[in-house]
């Protein structure tokens, strides 16, 4: 169970106050259900985490790629954080939502020229330059408009980090970033510097995601800081930010045993002063930028189950009305997760099955080894733990299923947050082609 979730009298998973059924029967499955009081207590570690150390300058900029909507960003806006975007869709978001642009940090390693010409007019409060591809078009395109921004550069500490190979990022061999170790990221620190229009304000990584350990991030900021000082002595660099990134790892299965946030938090502060101060530097503002340890076990997807089979001797296969296209995880990463009867969450749980996505696509496996009530069978009520992240952010239209509706639970009140797709939805952008719609039938 995660945050407010319990289970009422009949037997029913809630969440907030609300009973699951309810949820279901007023707007459908599957959909996501947010904990928002699960969401702010989350921040809040981080918060209470950075606060301890009273002359360190931090931000936490909510990492939008693990949820982004309209009612998310407005929810991170009263939190008071900052926010990382990645594309011209999230920053638009962003903006929609009514964020300060000062407060939004833009990332990427394909900016287009679009998406930047819309992070200079919003006037944002940092690009994070990620290649020298973009670190000449950035200048051109503040030279043409005779605009400042502050950047900040991306690097990769070389620190493989111990999760699936690919949500790794840190490591040397990476689309992402300017090397530390063969000397690139020294010559874009000297080429932003030289810069007339560019602020280069500090240098960021991100060595991968869902990691369990506090160890990679120290050797990171290790690494990082051994180069600053370098850069200082020969140049002249004087780092106002030092960027950490996000990453940290939550629970999905119980086999997951997280740190607590502010084990990840104290790691970095007290890394990063102990390093600054044996190189007597001046101590940088550090940020973060946590997507899934903020909104991950806050989401719950729930399902209705439909069609089941049994292979005797094989296994019991039991289909949900969503899978792969609400969450990719499963199939992309062979992610784990766990699942409960939300309307027998009494019945004890002593039946493996297959818990089955409606794509067509073997791999549409959610859960392969789920323990559910051996009752368990169409028609239940499906609830699938953490899926708060990267579950509808991924999600895809694959065999032209639309988009489930998203609901945020606080206080006994359920809000509607993003509406369910129709099918009208799914052919909106769609053209007919006019000379086939002219043909003569055959
Ligand atoms: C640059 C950057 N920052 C932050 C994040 C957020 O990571 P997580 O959701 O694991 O905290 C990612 C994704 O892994 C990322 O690539
Ligand atoms: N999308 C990934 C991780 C994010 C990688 C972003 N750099 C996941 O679901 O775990």
Redesign the pocket.
């Known amino acids: 169970m995660y945050g407010t979730q319990a289970i009422n009298e009949k037997g029913h998973l809630c969440i907030g106050g609300v009973d699951t059924t309810d949820l279901a029967k007023e707007f459908g499955t599957p959909l996501y259900v947010y904990d928002t009081a699960l969401i702010k207590d989350k921040i809040n570690q981080f918060k209470e985490a950075f606060s301890q150390f009273e002359h360190v300058e931090w931000q936490v900029?909510y990492?939008s790629?693990?949820f982004s909507t309209i009612a998310m960003i407005q929810l991170i806006d009263e939190q008071g954080l900052s926010l990382?975007v990645?594309s011209g869709g999230e920053l638009y978001t962003a903006l929609k939502a009514g964020l300060s642009p000062d407060r939004i940090h833009f990332?990427g390693n394909n900016k287009s020229v679009s998406e930047l010409a819309m992070a200079l007019d919003a006037k944002i409060g940092a690009v994070?330059v990620d290649n020298f591809y973009e670190l000449d078009l950035l200048e051109t395109m503040c030279a043409e408009r005779n605009q400042e921004i502050a950047v900040l550069l991306?690097v990769t500490p070389g620190v493989e980090a111990h999760t699936h190979e690919f949500?790794m990022?840190g490591q040397d061999d990476s689309k992402?970033g300017f090397n530390l170790d063969d000397g690139m990221a020294e010559r874009a620190v000297k080429q932003a510097l030289s810069s007339p229009h560019l602020d280069l304000k500090g240098i960021?990584s991100?060595i991968?995601?869902?990691?369990f350990e506090t160890e990679g991030f120290a050797r990171a900021i290790k690494i990082m800081v051994g180069h600053i000082e370098a850069w200082h002595r020969n140049f002249g660099f004087q780092l106002e930010v030092l960027n950490v990134?996000?990453?940290?790892?939550i629970r999905y299965t119980d086999s997951d045993r997280p740190l607590p946030i502010k084990r990840y938090v104290e790691t970095i502060v007290r890394t990063a002063q102990d390093e600054i101060a044996r190189l007597n530097l001046h101590m940088p503002a550090l940020w973060v930028?946590?997507?899934?340890?903020?909104v991950?076990e806050a989401g719950t997807t729930l399902y209705t189950s439909g069609a089941f089979k049994t292979i005797p001797g094989i296994r019991k296969y039991l289909s949900v009305d969503g899978g792969m296209s609400d969450n990719i995880r499963p199939s992309l990463y062979q992610a784990q997760y766990k699942a409960i009867c939300a309307n027998k969450a009494l019945d004890s749980a002593d039946t493996q099955m297959a818990l089955a996505g409606k794509c067509c696509e073997s791999g549409d496996i959610l859960i392969k080894e789920a323990v559910l009530p051996e009752s368990c069978s169409s028609g239940d009520l499906i609830a699938v733990f953490s899926t708060g992240?990267?579950g509808y952010s991924m999600a895809s239209h694959y065999n032209r299923i639309p988009n489930a509706a998203v609901v945020f639970i606080e206080d006994g009140e359920a809000a509607l947050a993003v509406r369910r797709e129709t099918y009208d939805d799914l052919i909106r952008q769609d053209v007919a082609l006019e000379k086939l719609s002219q043909r003569d039938s055959y």
């Open positions: 900029a990492a790629k693990a990382d990645v990332h994070i991306r949500i990022t992402f960021h991100h991968g995601s869902q990691i990134g996000g990453g940290f790892g930028e946590p997507g899934r340890s903020i991950g992240a990267y």
